[in-house]
């Protein structure tokens, strides 16, 4: 099969997308026939899994069996949810929603006829929030891979949604600031795009920040106006509260079409009814409204350090369902005097990626094809192309490229930044070697002194932060991972040690360190620290291969 899928796989919904015989970036039904699947997961048993609506209605009467909000807890340290008795990671979770998705798309292509019986989705481009650091990337990566998908790629949700948007065609030339606020976290990229070429000039966000959030300020207010009323805590009552996170979004959503809302809570104590105006629910969430504000200044801050000024954005485009919130466009137009452009919020970033996808595989192919004529490989085709464009322009010429007459080349930036523990004086500090917002790949070489004398080796430990600062103290901090490097030799204090830490475009760091009196040396990758064991793996493998998806 020839097709290629992009997957926005969301806090709140996910949605899977491909282009379609017209060239067309199409997201395709789920089995209820919508373009959306939350991404809630009931466990019934290990054997039988529930995806989507139906496992969102059992959160009001099963809550010990049904997760939501799982995307927040991808890649960080305490990632494990029981359901039913059994403990899953985050990635195992995020696999059965990704297995859902997939599911449902084989099914409507199979009956229109787009993939034969046998055939199904394998080779996908998955997105994830541009401030992912290395865990999270990793995390949503093995996520797709228990799913037994092939991942291509992972890209970064903005960018995605500025593919989708257009930005990225014709001879357009433009600089976008991307406002994402999806249902759990919340994202800016401000980009320039040059025809084909997205270079992103910085990103920033909260992996904690989302429509989630609104939904329980508005939970907050439900519940002390019923408290005022029945001198009764909805809190304590499980069953309650499950039927009100449910009951809060479509008051949310509501809202955002019309003035007013009636609202009902039938709790314990009786029925609580009360009409809710949208300036009321304006006035509630103006804290969380102001905290992406305050993000959004911090962004326009580093784009301004690196030569892009407010006046040099040419779009404010507003992507993610709770982006749709009327208090988001206001906010933009009465502080920046931007009219600010929401184009297919719920939808952009899975179509975004499926373009990527279809462009990136395209190209591959064509190269593939390319270097068998004259007997290389694909890898070493490329890398004799590095520095020139003479491969995309015969393939653009070729007529391979279909509708597109650009290739999609895309210049990140880091979303974290990334030091190491070093000996200030008396005192242990981290000392940042690779900046946020620095252009990847990125590398950064230093010299150190050994500590003590007859030091027969030392340990990297490496820390992961949004500082913009050179050197911080550890306080708590934990290392994401820790490099050990042993000397063949012991060396007397002082003794230099050159370290070089690069970072590249598939989110891989390479550290190269040498103790330079007898020139010991370490050379290695980085190695995850919080990463499912060999046999949480293989025990969640087991699991996904045997269970039955709905």
């Known amino acids: 099969m020839s097709y290629v899928f992009g997957i926005d796989l969301g806090t709140t919904y996910s949605c899977i997308s491909y282009i379609d015989e017209y060239g067309k970036a199409t997201v395709l039904k789920n089995s209820d026939g919508d373009l959306t699947t939350p991404s809630v997961v009931m466990v019934e048993s290990e054997s039988?899994?529930?995806?989507?609506?139906?496992?969102?209605?059992?959160?009001?009467?099963?809550?010990?069996?049904?997760?939501?909000?799982?995307?927040r807890k991808m890649g960080k340290e305490k990632d494990t949810v029981v359901l039913n008795g059994t403990t899953y990671h985050a990635p195992e979770i995020s696999s059965m929603i990704l297995k859902k998705l997939v599911k449902d798309a084989n099914d409507e292509l199979k009956q229109v006829g787009v993939i034969k019986d046998g055939e199904e989705i394998k080779d996908v481009v998955i997105t994830c929030p541009a401030y992912?650091?290395?865990?999270?990337?990793?995390a949503t990566k093995t996520a797709g891979e228990l799913a037994g998908l092939n991942v291509l790629n992972i890209i970064n949700e903005p960018t995605a949604a500025a593919i989708s948007y257009g930005v990225s065609g014709g001879d357009k030339k433009e600089t976008v600031l991307v406002y994402d606020l999806g249902g759990g976290t919340f994202d800016i990229t401000v980009m320039d795009i040059n025809k084909?070429?997205?270079?992103?000039?910085?990103?920033?966000?909260?992996?904690?920040?989302?429509?989630?959030?609104?939904?329980?300020?508005l939970?907050?207010?439900?519940?002390?106006?019923?408290?005022?009323?029945?001198?009764?805590?909805?809190?304590?009552?499980?069953?309650t509260i499950s039927a009100l996170y449910v009951d809060v979004e479509t008051w949310k959503k509501a809202l955002t079409a019309r003035e007013k809302v009636n609202i009902s809570v039938n709790g314990p104590a009786g029925r609580l009814r009360e009409e809710l105006t949208r300036e009321k629910y304006d006035e509630l969430t103006e804290g969380l409204l102001n905290r992406t504000k305050n993000l959004l200044d911090s962004s326009l801050i580093a784009a301004k350090e690196k030569g892009c000024l407010l006046s040099n954005i040419d779009k404010f485009l507003l992507v993610g369902g709770s982006s749709k919130m009327p208090q988001v466009a206001n906010m933009i137009q009465r502080d920046y005097g931007i009219t600010a452009v929401l184009s297919d919020p719920d939808e952009a970033v899975a179509k975004g990626a499926a373009i990527y996808a279809?462009?990136?595989?395209?190209?591959?192919?064509?190269?593939?094809?390319?270097?068998?004529?004259?007997?290389?490989?694909?890898?070493?085709?490329?890398?004799?192309?590095?520095?020139?464009?003479?491969?995309?322009?015969?393939?653009?010429?070729?007529?391979?490229?279909g509708s597109r007459d650009v290739m999609i080349n895309i210049t990140n930036v880091l979303s974290r930044t990334y030091g190491i523990a070093v000996l200030h004086g008396n005192e242990l500090v981290i000392e940042n070697m690779l900046m946020i917002n620095d252009k990847l790949p990125a590398s950064k070489f230093d010299?150190?002194?050994?500590?003590?004398?007859?030091?027969?080796?030392?340990?990297?430990?490496?820390?992961?932060?949004?500082?913009t600062e050179r050197v911080m103290k550890i306080e708590d901090r934990k290392p994401i991972t820790d490099f050990k490097m042993s000397f063949t030799r012991a060396v007397p204090k002082g003794t230099a040690v050159n370290v070089t830490l690069s970072l590249d475009n598939s989110g891989t760091i390479h550290v190269v360190a040498e103790e330079m009196l007898y020139h010991s040396k370490l050379d290695t990758t980085f190695k995850l620290s919080n990463q499912m064991s060999d046999t949480e793996l293989s025990?969640?493998?087991?699991?996904?291969?045997?269970?039955?998806?709905?």
């Open 48 to 71: 039988n899994i529930v995806v989507g609506m139906e496992a969102k209605r059992s959160l009001e009467v099963e809550p010990d069996k049904t997760v939501q909000f799982i995307k």
């Open 196 to 217: 084909g070429n997205i270079s992103v000039v910085c990103t920033g966000g909260d992996d904690q920040l989302g429509g989630k959030d609104w939904d329980e300020c």
């Open 358 to 401: 279809s462009n990136e595989k395209a190209f591959n192919d064509f190269v593939e094809q390319e270097a068998a004529k004259v007997g290389k490989t694909a890898e070493e085709l490329k890398e004799e192309n590095i520095g020139n464009k003479v491969l995309e322009q015969k393939y653009l010429m070729s007529g391979n490229s």
């Open 219 to 239: 939970m907050d207010y439900v519940c002390e106006r019923y408290e005022a009323e029945y001198g009764e805590d909805l809190t304590e009552d499980p069953e």
């Open 447 to 467: 010299t150190y002194g050994t500590s003590v004398d007859n030091q027969d080796g030392l340990s990297l430990k490496l820390f992961e932060s949004r500082s």
């Open 132 to 138: 992912f650091g290395v865990n999270e990337r990793h």
């Open 539 to 550: 025990e969640a493998v087991q699991r996904m291969s045997t269970a039955n998806i709905e």
